[in-house]
């Protein structure tokens, strides 16, 4: 068996107050720190000297997963981290699927840690607008064709629920988040409610409300989380919240 460990860690949105205890043990106490650049030094106050510090790029996840992966079988405890939820557009998933091809026996023992998400995170800035059933869409199209994104969006829209996109638009990546805009158009009202929540925990935060029909694209980026109203969402005072049975087909 191996000696190793790896802990799949969730630092939260980004804010060291959002970041779990169970997290922020895992990223102290490990041998090595394995990450994308931004997300290791997000918890750049819990290294130090004697850990092995590992930054990748952006699209070098399953290198990420691999040398993760070697390092715990070596004997090392490992900590792999992700903003937000690990689980949640995070490494976790990537990371499981290759460690069950491991032979069992030389496989290390691996815990995924959770962690707070954006769209939690974002929800809370405005109030409860994730309190009726909702979903979770990346629009990035880097690992899953546009085709997959937009029918999925063209489904999850016609649904009535409420939504958060993650990744919607980059200043080179545009058209996807206008088409997305388009097809929410088609199939909700002009008047529900959207939330644009930027650099939510971080320094710069900013929360933006405003309708699906006064949306302006060029008010969201890569840092942007962008909530949708449910149906069963209503206006309360300052807040946005979702109210569950209160929908036009309760």
Do not use: K
Not at 89 to 102: I, Y
Not at 184 to 202: G, I, K
Not at 207 to 212: A, G, I, K, N, Y
């Amino acid at each position: 068996m191996s000696p190793g460990t790896l802990h799949i860690v969730g630092l939260g949105p980004g804010g060291i107050a959002h970041r779990t205890p169970a997290a922020a043990d895992a990223v102290a106490g490990a041998d090595a720190v394995v990450g994308y650049a931004s997300y290791v030094d997000a918890c750049a106050d819990l290294l130090n000297d004697g850990q092995r510090i590992v930054r990748g790029r952006m699209g070098e996840e399953g290198a990420r997963a691999d040398e993760a992966l070697v390092l715990a079988c070596e004997g090392a405890r490992v900590a792999l981290v992700s903003s937000g939820d690990a689980g949640v557009h995070g490494m976790a998933a990537r990371t499981l699927a290759r460690a069950a091809e491991l032979d069992a026996n030389e496989r290390p023992a691996i815990v995924v840690v959770p962690g707070v998400t954006a769209a939690q995170a974002a929800a809370a800035l405005a109030g409860a607008p994730l309190s009726d059933d909702f979903a979770v869409l990346s629009l990035s199209d880097l690992t899953v064709p546009w085709p997959r994104v937009e029918h999925r969006l063209a489904a999850l829209a016609a649904s009535g629920i409420a939504l958060a996109l993650y990744n919607p638009r980059s200043s080179r990546r545009t058209a996807g988040f206008d088409r997305a805009v388009e097809l929410l158009r088609e199939a909700r009202a002009a008047a529900t409610p959207v939330v644009l929540a930027h650099d939510v925990t971080r320094p710069g935060e900013g929360l933006e409300r405003t309708t699906l029909g006064a949306l302006d694209p060029d008010h969201v980026t890569m840092r942007t989380v962008v909530l949708v109203a449910g149906d069963t969402a209503i206006e309360a005072g300052p807040w946005l919240v979702a109210l569950r049975g209160t929908g036009a087909d309760a």
